[in-house]
Structure formats: structure tokens, C-alpha cells
């Protein structure tokens, strides 16, 4: 830190002034980002699709003209937001549900031994590249097509 050999980039929600190590402040430069006016995302997403050089416009343009296209066309319905309003339900009625054992982080020393990620199948290892995996006690559907 004193000598400038780290670099510490954070985000939070919360006031760093609060949360962070009074000896790690002192030596560090805090920069508080403000929320983009409407205007502001606009004209930066402009720039975005229209700059050949830097920008989306020139290698994603056909994606993303295809990603409208296929929305645009997309038989309409009301089962996503079904699906959000029923999951929706159960966060604020029900009890929230431990993350199964599965589906936790697995990539520090310890993990194996508490069961971490012990019985995830990885869907790119399989055939289209997805895999039957029922990891949840209580069986939850939300999406019905």
C-alpha cells in the first residue's frame, strides 16, 4: 500500500467510511460513483453502437439485431412474469432455503471436506449441454411455458 503495489478496486452499497479498515482509508482514494441520468446512458449507448473503432457497432451489431429480432417475434405471454410473481411469493412468504451443498463455492482449501460442490454435474459435460440435477429439499417450478 505505501509503496503503490496495490491496487484495491472495490464497489458497495454501503458507506466505505463505515465498513473499511480506518489504516487501508487513510492510504486509499475513495471515488463515490453517482447514478447516470437517462440522458447520460443514451448517449454513452449511442457512442457504444456507432464508434467503429471501440464500440459494439461494429463486431455486435448483427447479434444484437438478431437478439431484437428474436425478441420481437418471440410468441407473447404472461409465463415469465407469472414465474416472477409466484418466486416473488415464496421470498417473502416462506422460509428462505439453505444453498444445497452442490451449489456452493468450491474453489478454496476446505471445500471438499465440508461437502462443497460435491454432487454438482457440470451441464457442459453433458449432451447439449445440460443434465437433470434436482439439488433442492423442497421441489420448486416457476416457469411454465
Same mark, same amino acid.
Given at each position: ?63 444484437? /439485431? @438478431? ?7 418471440? &410468441?407473447?405471454?404472461? =409465463?415469465? *412474469?407469472?414465474?416472477? %410473481? ?5 421470498? /417473502? @412468504? ?7 451443498? &452442490?451449489?456452493?463455492? =468450491?474453489? *478454496?482449501?476446505?471445500? %471438499? ?21 434436482? *439439488? ?10
Amino acid at each position: 500500500m505505501e509503496e503503490g503495489n496495490i491496487t484495491l478496486i472495490a464497489a458497495t452499497v454501503e458507506n466505505p467510511f463505515f465498513y473499511v479498515n480506518s489504516a487501508l482509508l487513510s492510504r486509499s482514494q475513495v471515488f463515490e460513483l453517482k447514478p447516470l441520468l437517462t440522458e447520460e446512458i443514451l448517449k454513452i449507448l449511442n457512442r457504444a453502437l456507432t464508434d467503429r473503432e471501440r464500440g459494439l457497432g461494429n463486431l455486435n451489431r448483427i447479434p444484437l /439485431a @438478431e437478439a431484437v429480432i428474436y425478441i420481437a417475434n418471440a &410468441p407473447k405471454g404472461n =409465463s415469465a *412474469y407469472m414465474a416472477i %410473481e409466484e418466486a416473488m411469493k415464496d421470498i /417473502a @412468504e416462506e422460509e428462505t432455503m439453505e444453498v444445497p451443498d &452442490p451449489l456452493k463455492g =468450491s474453489n *478454496y482449501p476446505g471445500a %471438499e471436506k465440508l461437502g462443497r460442490g460435491t454432487g454438482y454435474k457440470y451441464p457442459h459435460d453433458y449432451p447439449e449441454g445440460k443434465v437433470e440435477q434436482e *439439488y433442492l429439499k423442497k421441489k420448486k417450478k416457476y416457469y411454465a411455458p
